[in-house]
């Protein structure tokens, strides 16, 4: 918790130091290139997409759900970190588009169980966290499309 507190902090202040923002960079967020950073901004919903961008850091944010679209525009993404926030519901469309995505983080959220279905057609991914999460059991064939998964 403390390198997450001091990290946020760190970050917020980089963003004020920096000051300037892209064009199309999202309010509230701060772009190098194509990547995204997010964190620590009291964000419940994903911000309105960067076109092209590989990496979106939503990390210490609020959000608590994704519905089919939060994450339309995002497709060339590589990564996306939505680590520590309240998400306790995805629904089955929510990644599905994100046909780039490598690494996914959702640790430390309220899911309660997962949905085979979040990660079909993600064949890129290879690593996926959901540690700190409400967990009660995985599916047996959850990861059964995820030929490329090495880490959990
Ligand atoms: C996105 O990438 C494509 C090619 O990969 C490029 O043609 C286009 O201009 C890029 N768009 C933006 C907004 O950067
Ligand atoms: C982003 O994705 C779109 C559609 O998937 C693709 O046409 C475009 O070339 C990608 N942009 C980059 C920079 O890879
Ligand atoms: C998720 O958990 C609830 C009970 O907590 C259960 O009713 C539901 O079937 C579960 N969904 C999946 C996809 O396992």
Same mark, same amino acid.
């Given at each position: 918790?403390?390198?997450?507190?001091?990290?946020?902090?760190?970050?917020?202040?980089?963003?004020?130091?920096?000051?300037?923002?892209?064009?199309?960079?999202?309010?509230?967020?701060?772009?190098?290139?194509?990547?995204?950073?997010?964190?620590?901004?009291?964000?419940?919903?994903?911000?309105?997409?960067?076109?092209?961008?590989?990496? !979106?850091?939503?990390?210490?944010?609020?959000?608590?759900?994704?519905?089919?679209?939060?994450?339309?525009?995002?497709?060339?993404?590589?990564?996306?970190?939505?680590?520590?926030?309240?998400?306790?519901?995805?629904?089955?469309?929510?990644?599905?588009?994100?046909?780039?995505?490598?690494?996914?983080? !959702?640790?430390?959220?309220?899911?309660?169980?997962?949905?085979?279905?979040?990660?079909?057609?993600?064949?890129?991914?290879?690593?996926?966290?959901?540690?700190?999460?409400?967990?009660?059991?995985?599916?047996?064939?959850?990861?059964?499309?995820?030929?490329?998964?090495?880490?959990?």
């Amino acid at each position: 918790m403390m390198f997450t507190y001091h990290s946020c902090v760190l970050v917020m202040i980089l963003a004020l130091c920096t000051g300037v923002t892209r064009g199309q960079c999202p309010e509230k967020c701060h772009c190098e290139g194509l990547r995204v950073n997010c964190r620590g901004q009291k964000l419940s919903t994903i911000p309105p997409p960067l076109p092209n961008a590989t990496d !979106l850091d939503l990390e210490n944010n609020l959000l608590a759900t994704l519905t089919d679209d939060s994450l339309r525009g995002w497709q060339n993404l590589t990564t996306l970190d939505l680590t520590l926030n309240m998400l306790a519901s995805l629904s089955d469309d929510a990644f599905k588009g994100l046909q780039n995505l490598q690494k996914l983080y !959702l640790y430390g959220n309220r899911l309660r169980n997962i949905s085979r279905k979040w990660f079909k057609g993600l064949t890129q991914l290879h690593t996926l966290e959901l540690g700190l999460n409400m967990l009660a059991s995985l599916p047996d064939d959850a990861f059964k499309e995820l030929s490329n998964l090495e880490t959990l």
